[in-house]
């Protein structure tokens, strides 16, 4: 039914992206948030509930977009032993790195740019631009290559 989809991890040796375990990321955001009981109400009473919602919702357009854009484009994620994550990892067939944070939160903290910074330092020349998706209202660059952008001027809202 397409509703879950393996996700694999990125590494900068292709050999260690076989090894390390891959996840499953679901799909359809709006089936999550039944399933999780999410309601408008509840959300805006507890946004930390509306992360994992907002998470697929992003992967979901992302993986849309993949399939029409012109180019190939493989989307990954970054998690490493000492637990810094990015989200969603787009690389192009030349190796060139995007990384995809979302945050539900309306302000953007340090602690948010951990693992956009982590996967800039290890991919190097490799790594062309971090996105750190939020729920404020400002674009702003937050140095290195790193910006943050308001969810609603890519979806709307």
Known sequence: MYLLKRVDVWARNRLNRVVKTPKLQFIDAGLLATQ???TAEKVQQD???FGSVLETFVFGELLKHTTTADGDYR?????DADKFEVDVVIEDAAGKLVG????AAAT????D???LKKLASMAGDQFKMGILLYGGT???SLGDGIWA????TWWGG
């Open 47 to 49: 946004r930390t509930r």
């Open 138 to 140: 400002e674009t702003m």
């Open 100 to 103: 995809v944070e979302v945050k």
């Open 75 to 79: 989307l990954m994620y970054y998690r």
């Open 36 to 38: 999780l009981d999410l």
């Open 108 to 111: 953007v903290k340090d602690s």
């Open 149 to 152: 952008t308001p969810l609603s």
């Open 113 to 115: 740019l951990r693992g």
